[in-house]
T-cell receptor, first 115, second 112 residues
Framework: DTEVTQTPKHLVMGMTNKKSLKCEQHMGHRAMYWYKQKAKKPPELMFVYSYEKLSINESVPSRFSPECPNSSLLNLHLHALQPEDSALYLC??????????????FGEGSRLTVL | EDQVTQSPEALRLQEGESSSLNCSYTVSGLRGLFWYRQDPGKGPEFLFTLYSAGEEKEKERLKATLTKKESFLHITAPKPEDSATYLCAVQSLHGGSYIPTFGRGTSLIVHP
């Protein structure tokens, strides 16, 4: 079983809705990541937090808003999304600081459908 | 620009038929190459980390090897439960930090 927990597993939302994806890890990892993955494509990096501070934003549209309330939690707030934003959203964590990198531990993902 | 290329894109094997997946990379100073397994609709699961040419790692029917230009994931006597997409990633310098850059993956299907 994965030690990175993502909720909800499935989310359907309209283009005017506001929703949030949540991620939690209890491995003491200090770096947390959001990835977006489309079918038959590799994970695409969106955001990286290190020690609860945003370290990397891959020029993601502002309709995606990340938040890291503490070292164990990571949220992704969604607002005014487009149908092309439908994808599997993956949260991951790693042990070291961003800069040392290391293996990522992924959650099972949140499958988002935008109508 | 750092790049990761995986081949083949898809592979179909009969149960017990051994084979290898390839991951070729170009990176300025390798700081780690990773293999992940991903089942449909799930997040990738970490398998191996390799750091230097000549290094090998094994886990059950899987064995990962590394040269200066590529890595191989050898699958010995595969079973249907080995069916998955296998992703390769290398640490890539990104705005002062090292972040994994993923290849497109190899989709493996093992028929009973």
């Amino acid at each position: 079983d994965t030690e990175v927990t993502q909720t909800p597993k499935h989310l359907v939302m309209g283009m005017t809705n506001k929703k949030s994806l949540k991620c939690e890890q209890h491995m003491g990892h200090r770096a947390m990541y959001w990835y977006k993955q489309k079918a038959k494509k590799p994970p695409e990096l969106m955001f990286v937090y290190s020690y609860e501070k945003l370290s990397i934003n891959e020029s993601v549209p502002s309709r995606f808003s990340p938040e890291c309330p503490n070292s164990s939690l990571l949220n992704l707030h969604l607002h005014a999304l487009q149908p092309e934003d439908s994808a599997l959203y993956l949260c991951a964590s790693s042990q070291g600081l961003v800069g040392l990198g290391g293996e990522l531990f992924f959650g099972e993902g949140s499958r988002l459908t935008v109508l | 620009e750092d790049q990761v290329t995986q081949s083949p894109e898809a592979l179909r094997l009969q149960e017990g038929e051994s084979s290898s997946l390839n991951c070729s990379y170009t990176v300025s100073g390798l700081r780690g190459l990773f293999w992940y397994r991903q089942d449909p609709g799930k997040g990738p699961e970490f398998l191996f980390t390799l750091y230097s040419a000549g290094e090998e790692k094994e886990k059950e029917r899987l064995k990962a090897t590394l040269t200066k230009k590529e890595s191989f994931l050898h699958i010995t006597a595969p079973k249907p439960e080995d069916s998955a997409t296998y992703l390769c990633a290398v640490q890539s310098l990104h705005g002062g930090s090292y972040i994994p850059t993923f290849g497109r993956g190899t989709s493996l299907i093992v028929h009973p």
